[in-house]
């Protein structure tokens, strides 16, 4: 049991919750410091936490900066992102698009902006039609035909950072993937301690990428992860003879589109764009917090 006590003081502050191609996030503006960083963890754990409360895959907490970046120039709002779990990520893609837009919308930013986040700055552009292009950090420590005994089997992999840890398993039959078993084992594999690693399980299909993906910190398989198109599309696209920009399919159905450079081994000018969309904003009511006694 915990004391929901520390959260009563935010009963009544302002939310949205919006969805980056299904994966969904419930954002806060908080120039007004209204939820301190003590307190965000516990936050992010109460309001994502589904059939109890508004349920999501992250909490995003928007404040201002005035730090001015050597190449980038003025960074025109820090975030704190945190999955649903409490735990603090590094970068969410989706969680990057829709705190772009709702950035753009509260006035913390014009369309063309930039954002801190623990990866490194983040730019991003608004389109006219509500989607977002978001320049992605760049990946670093890549690996491929990674073979790991899982689920009773030697399983061989690719991976890489693409703003969190990553790993990527060609898998034929996708609809079939052991994704949230297979996933999990992967994700808490000693090879990927302590930090661990997000699975993603992919195909290519009529010139596109599918992608299911089980998510660190949130524990199950989402409807959609950027990070994981992202490192999905860098270590299996060229490989398959995709070429940039690479659509990606994810579990929701819809797409997102990843745009990268090839330099040596490494890759360079990596963008995801797709479609960040609003559910709804409110207020959050005290008994938001009320399962926690439980």
């Not at 969309?277 to 006694?293: I, P």
Request: charged share 20%; proline share 4%; aromatic share 8%.
């Amino acid at each position: 049991m915990r004391d929901i006590q520390q959260l009563i003081p935010l009963a009544g502050i302002e939310i949205a919750k919006m969805t980056g191609t299904g994966n969904d996030f419930v954002l806060v503006d908080n120039r007004k410091a209204q939820v301190s960083p003590e307190l965000m963890p516990l936050l992010a754990e109460a309001v994502c936490r589904r059939r109890r409360s508004v349920g999501a895959d992250g909490l995003v907490l928007l404040e201002p900066s005035e730090r001015v970046d050597p190449d980038l120039g003025p960074v025109d709002f820090k975030w704190h992102f945190f999955n649903a779990d409490g735990s603090s990520a590094e970068m969410c893609g989706n969680a990057g698009r829709c705190a772009a837009r709702f950035a753009f919308d509260h006035g913390l930013a014009g369309k063309a902006m930039v954002f801190d986040t623990i990866a490194g700055p983040i730019q991003a552009w608004l389109g006219d039609d509500g989607s977002v292009k978001l320049e992605m950090v760049k990946p670093f420590d890549a690996f491929t035909d990674l073979e790991l005994e899982a689920s009773g089997q030697k399983v061989g992999m690719h991976g890489i950072n693409s703003g969190v840890p990553h790993a990527v398993l060609l898998w034929e039959n996708l609809e079939a993937a052991p994704v949230k078993d297979m996933g999990r084992e992967i994700r808490f594999h000693e090879h990927f301690a302590p930090a661990g690693t997000n699975v993603n399980f992919a195909c290519e299909m009529g010139g596109q990428l599918l992608v299911r993906t089980y998510e660190r910190g949130v524990e199950d398989e989402t409807l959609a992860c950027g990070t994981g198109a992202v490192a999905s599309a860098l270590m299996l696209g060229p490989a398959l003879g995709l070429t940039s920009p690479v659509t990606v399919k994810v579990a929701s159905g819809e797409e997102l589109r990843v745009y990268f450079e090839e330099q040596g081994d490494s890759f360079v000018k990596v963008f995801l764009e797709g479609a960040a969309d609003y559910v709804f904003q409110g207020t959050l009511h005290q008994e938001a917090f009320s399962w926690l006694q439980y």
